[in-house]
T-cell receptor, first 117, second 116 residues
Framework: AQKVTQAQTEISVVEKEDVTLDCVYE???????LFWYKQPPSGELVFLIR??????QNEISGRYSWNFQKSTSSFNFTITASQVVDSAVYFC??????????????FGTGTRLLVSP | DVKVTQSSRYLVKRTGEKVFLECVQD?????MFWYRQDPGLGLRLIYF???????EKGDIPEGYSVSREKKERFSLILESASTNQTSMYLC???????????????FGPGTRLLVL
């Protein structure tokens, strides 16, 4: 079965610190996609990134960067110079359904990030 | 931008009531999804739909039903609400995947349901 593990339940940092959120996944699919979503206190999940299993190149978007390592089945997310507005719950998700044609997402349990001034 | 809206942000119902949660998307997406979110459990898929009048059970369909009469609207129905259905409900939509699993799901703001 597909599975996504976010072992860090909650992380607290002080503004301007760097922070890494871990995500480890399990899948038997050869083609799959990984996602990160942000859920601020307002509740809406905001899409951050999508990465396919054939692209292991790291990606950077402003203060955000993602490290995808197929060898360790990890897709970690780093926020550089964190800000109070980064405070949210972050979810890692794995797509499944390669053989069924129906896309389903399997979510991790989320990591709550608290950034204090 | 994709816009997914949900009819209520907060809802309080009594045990045994029939509850309707509505979701509308404005991007002509074929796929729509209902999740519930509970602390420590992440998001779990209740039902999804890949076309009008089509539906598929997700991981936790018991106690729920869905309706998709129009492409842009996907309703979640609690036939007889129970206290263990108190939760945050999130709707999402995505483009037709065409057999692939690549399409991004876009979420609504969620409905916090309290069943007393």
């Amino acid at each position: 079965a597909q599975k996504v593990t976010q072992a860090q339940t909650e992380i607290s940092v002080v503004e301007k610190e760097d922070v890494t959120l871990d995500c480890v996944y399990e899948t038997r699919d050869t083609t799959y996609y990984l996602f990160w979503y942000k859920q601020p206190p307002s509740g809406e999940l905001v899409f951050l990134i999508r990465r396919n299993s054939f692209d292991e190149q790291n990606e950077i978007s402003g203060r955000y960067s993602w490290n995808f390592q197929k060898s360790t089945s990890s897709f970690n997310f780093t926020i550089t110079a964190s800000q109070v507005v980064d405070s949210a719950v972050y979810f890692c998700a794995l797509s499944e359904g390669e053989n069924t044609g129906f896309q389903k997402l399997v979510f991790g349990t989320g990591t709550r990030l608290l950034v204090s001034p | 931008d994709v816009k997914v809206t949900q009819s209520s942000r907060y809802l309080v119902k009594r045990t045994g009531e029939k509850v309707f949660l509505e979701c509308v998307q404005d991007m002509d997406h074929e796929n729509m999804f209902w999740y519930r979110q509970d602390p420590g459990l992440g998001l779990r898929l209740i039902y999804f739909s890949y076309d009008v009048k089509m539906k598929e059970k997700g991981d936790i369909p018991e106690g729920y039903s869905v309706s998709r009469e129009k492409k842009e609207r996907f309703s979640l129905i609690l036939e007889s609400a129970s206290t263990n259905q108190t939760s945050m409900y999130l709707c999402a939509s995505s483009l037709e995947s065409g057999g692939a699993v690549s399409e991004t799901q876009y979420f609504g703001p969620g409905t916090r349901l309290l069943v007393l």
